[in-house]
T-cell receptor, first 112, second 113 residues
Framework: SQQGEEDPQALSIQEGENATMNCSYK?????LQWYRQNSGRGLVHLIL?????REKHSGRLRVTLDTSKKSSSLLITASRAADTASYFC????????????FGTGTRLKVLA | GAGVSQSPSNKVTEKGKDVELRCDPI?????LYWYRQRLGQGLEFLIY????????KSGLPSDRFSAERTGESVSTLTIQRTQQEDSAVYLC???????????FGSGTQLSVL
């Protein structure tokens, strides 16, 4: 079963705009990661946020985590056409098993 | 190699045949994961190997699915008596002990006709 649900399922924006996508999960977590997938094949790790962190930045990416609401958001600022991809959140539960469950993904399209 | 390698990249098979999918993880990565991704969907967890521990097989959808891993190297995912609903991209990922980050291969696109 899938842990994460992401919304929106699809997002279309103009180049230069910001893109925000959200991830909700069901059980307590140790950490949450965001991954990017181009063309339906391999995923690439973007950023990790731990359960005791509220916000993290990496370049044009900003991730927030609200453990009370069991949700996270990924913000991509000043988007580029090259950011067009699917974005997934992945959670690791608190059992310490390093088993990662992925969300349903958000398909982002950035129009030039 | 530098990254996770999966083979074949594409596999077309007939319903009822068995298939084997291979994953070569990054050298030194003790953990290895298999996921399934149906068209336009998220990733479904299938199985997870960690070193010499018993694998977590909780995501395997039926007894037609099995996987093996030799030590901390190659893994093979086997699907017996394939069905059309098995058509998907099968993704493999590995992870070193020192990190929570997963490194993915490019996947095997399986098409069952």
């Amino acid at each position: 079963s899938q842990q994460g649900e992401e919304d929106p399922q699809a997002l279309s924006i103009q180049e230069g705009e910001n893109a925000t996508m959200n991830c909700s999960y069901k059980t307590s977590i140790n950490n949450l990661q965001w991954y990017r997938q181009n063309s339906g094949r391999g995923l690439v790790h973007l950023i990790l946020i731990r359960s005791n962190e509220r916000e993290k930045h990496s370049g044009r990416l900003r991730v927030t985590l609200d453990t009370s609401k069991k949700s996270s958001s990924l913000l991509i600022t000043a988007s580029r056409a090259a950011d067009t991809a699917s974005y997934f959140c992945a959670t690791e539960g608190t059992s310490g098993t390093y088993k990662y469950i992925f969300g349903t993904g958000t398909r982002l399209k950035v129009l030039a | 190699g530098a990254g996770v390698s999966q083979s074949p990249s594409n596999k077309v098979t007939e319903k009822g045949k068995d298939v084997e999918l291979r994953c070569d993880p990054i050298s030194g990565h003790t953990a290895l994961y298999w996921y399934r991704q149906r068209l336009g969907q998220g990733l479904e967890f299938l199985i997870y190997f960690q070193g010499n521990s018993a694998p977590d097989k909780s995501g395997l959808p039926s007894d037609r699915f099995s996987a093996e891993r030799t030590g901390e190297s190659v893994s093979t995912l086997t699907i017996q008596r394939t069905q059309q609903e098995d058509s998907a991209v099968y993704l493999c990922a590995s992870r070193p002990d020192s990190s929570e980050k997963l490194f993915f291969g490019s996947g095997t696109q399986l098409s069952v006709l």
